[in-house]
């Protein structure tokens, strides 16, 4: 009974992070009575985005999380920290992307740039109960931390592992992972969790070495069932009180439905895939929409194969074409997407890491009205890096939950 309860606290303390059957890489180990685990990566990158409103730049991105679990009144107290020096590695104005909107810089919204994360993205702490057989009860407080809205945020999907860049729809998927307060309570069994958040619904401002001020303002709730054969389904809803820093009276509605299956190929290899549909809407306004799939495969564990394709409506005034000399409606919508595929080989693997190198091609598509904006109606992006992340352990994230 025990062995089968900690399963189950495995899909509820990871939600979607349960979606893979795959192994995960990560590092685990003990000190004293607490098991320990860190997962992160660091990549070292030249991106160049093509056209009029493309840049080049060479950069680094990064994150590294780190969970401490221990027995404590009869269940496990985790307690969690995450770290990202993306602001130094690619400034405080983020990296150059093709058609991504959201956040801001300067007082200025941020267009075709991926904001970089926060310093300390997720600092708190998670305490998880059984209350019945095969019943359990999670609480969880951060300072900053990520709520009950959305699928996994893509820094940490398997099948986003080796893909550098945020997808486009990100602001309609999973941009609530860093929120500056976040009270969350969750009800699970061996394969569904209910959970819902009360949390800060503003997103981080562009200082991203300090604490935003905490609030609890926005609301959201989220449904997960995890069937047999690495298969995560999930669905969310949620209130976001005045989001954007720029937009101070305007809310917002947040829906999001995703699928996701992990399959392990030998002892390191895995075949990750996510579809996900994500949508946003303001009081008065039809909902705008985003649908993204995605892939990672790698048969061998030193060579992967990454994908990605896109669909997202934008507002003019996210893609901040509202303005002259452009004066396009700032509510008209267009319809924007792009395709990815990249390549990563590993060239040297130890014991607890792998250090790898890969190239990430891009063709976005842009409507004709915006043509002239971007020089092209497919314009082009490319990244080259190299990047160093924990190896594969041969663990799932069940796995992962037993050994601590």
Do not use: C
């Amino acid at each position: 009974m025990r062995l089968r309860f900690v399963l189950a606290i495995t899909i509820a303390s990871a939600s979607l992070r349960a979606q893979s059957a795959a192994p995960l890489p990560a590092i685990v180990g003990t000190a004293g009575q607490w098991q320990l685990m860190f997962q992160g990566v660091a990549y070292a990158q030249y991106d160049h985005q093509s056209g009029p409103r493309g840049a080049s730049q060479a950069g680094s991105l990064n994150w590294g999380m780190f969970m401490a679990t221990h027995e404590a009144a009869g269940g496990q107290l985790e307690l969690r920290a995450m770290l990202s020096l993306d602001a130094a590695g690619v400034g405080s104005k983020g990296y150059p992307l093709l058609l991504q909107s959201g956040e801001d810089y300067a007082g200025q919204p941020l267009h075709d740039r991926q904001h970089p994360h926060d310093a300390l993205m997720e600092v708190g702490a998670k305490y998880q109960h059984e209350i019945a057989h095969g019943i359990g009860v999670s609480l969880y407080a951060a300072p900053v931390g990520e709520p009950a809205l959305g699928p996994e945020a893509f820094i940490m999907r398997p099948s986003a592992l080796d893909n550098p860049l945020a997808p486009i729809g990100h602001h309609w998927q999973d941009a609530t992972h860093v929120s500056f307060g976040v009270l969350s309570a969750g009800f699970f069994t061996q394969r569904w969790k209910l959970d819902g958040s009360w949390f800060n619904g503003r997103e981080p401002d562009d200082q991203r070495w300090n604490f935003d001020p905490i609030k609890l303002d926005s609301w959201s709730g989220r449904l997960t069932f995890a069937p047999n054969g690495g298969w995560t389904l999930g669905a969310s809803y949620g209130y976001l009180n005045s989001p954007e820093q720029l937009q101070p009276g305007v809310s917002e509605h947040r829906a999001t439905v995703s699928v996701a299956r992990g399959v392990a190929i030998g002892s390191e290899g895995a075949w990750n895939t996510s579809l996900i549909w994500g949508a946003n809407g303001r009081d008065g306004e039809a909902m705008s929409n985003s649908l993204l799939a995605e892939t990672e495969f790698s048969r061998d564990g030193r060579n992967s194969f990454v994908a990605r394709a896109e669909y997202v409506e934008k507002s003019a005034s996210e893609l901040v074409v509202d303005t002259p000399p452009f004066n396009f409606a700032p509510d008209r919508r267009f319809d924007v997407s792009e395709v990815s595929l990249g390549y990563v080989r590993e060239l040297a693997m130890w014991r607890t890491g792998t250090f790898g190198a890969g190239v990430l091609g891009t063709v976005n598509f842009v409507p004709a009205a915006l043509r002239s904006l971007y020089g092209s109606s497919m314009p082009t992006g490319l990244v080259l890096f190299v990047r160093i992340r924990p190896r594969r352990t041969g663990m799932g994230p069940m796995d992962h939950m037993n050994a601590m």
